[in-house]
T-cell receptor, first 113, second 112 residues
């Protein structure tokens, strides 16, 4: 079946370094993608989104890259801070999925001071 | 501007019981979706409500049902609880059936 998955379950970086979290998806009909940050015991927090007609989108300290050819999505966090430590999920929506999002299993990002 | 709110925050039930969870969407939103998140997993779509009707449904049994009220708030009901229903239940809202970007804090359900 269709799925969204992440390459690495954990990522550990030093404070101040840049972080890159990757995500592979299998639904070629996906037209919208979102990255979420989830801290322990809390709901997912929207970080940034991108539509399938774009390759790159930048926010504050974050950049999302979309490669539709290989069905790959990445989240880059610049100058990672301890407060960035959390689980990061990518989610995708198919063209005919309404508002339904399909999530991957998440990557645990740990930022060491 | 209030975000998505959910109640209660925590709930403990025993097998076979029934539970009702509540969600108020972000101000201005009219579409509500419910997700189940098991420990260590990503959220799984349960169903979506728009204009007081269930519009989409994920792969969940009929024990999971819902309702949307005229003020756009929503309830999730789970009957005949199983141990495997223990999870964080998340509500997300949007406008006009668009993708639900904004999630609430969730209700942690524990079934003993």
């Amino acid at each position: 079946g269709e799925s969204v998955g992440l390459h690495l379950p954990t990522l550990s970086v030093q404070e101040g370094d840049n972080s890159i979290i990757n995500c592979a998806y299998s639904n070629s009909a996906s037209d919208y993608f979102i990255w979420y940050k989830q801290e322990s015991g809390k709901g997912p927090q929207f970080i940034i989104d991108i539509r399938s007609n774009m390759d790159k989108r930048q926010g504050q300290r974050v950049t999302v890259l979309l490669n539709k050819t290989v069905k790959h999505l990445s989240l880059q966090i610049a100058a990672t801070q301890p407060g960035d430590s959390a689980v990061y999920f990518c989610a995708e929506k198919g063209e005919t999925s309404g508002s339904r999002l399909t999530f991957g299993e998440g990557t645990q990002l740990t930022v060491n001071p | 501007d209030a975000g998505v709110t959910q109640s209660p925050t925590h709930l403990i039930k025993t097998r076979g019981q029934q539970v009702t969870l509540r969600c108020s969407p972000k101000s201005g939103h009219d579409t509500v979706s419910w997700y189940q998140q098991a420990l260590g997993q990503g959220p799984q779509f349960i169903f979506q409500y728009y204009e007081e009707e269930e519009r989409q449904r994920g792969n969940f049994p009929d024990r999971f049902s819902g309702h949307q009220f005229p003020n756009y708030s929503s309830e999730l009901n789970v009957n005949a609880l199983l141990l495997g229903d223990s999870a964080l239940y998340l509500c997300a809202s949007s406008l006009g059936g668009l993708a639900n970007k904004y999630f609430g804090p969730g209700t942690r359900l524990t079934v003993l």
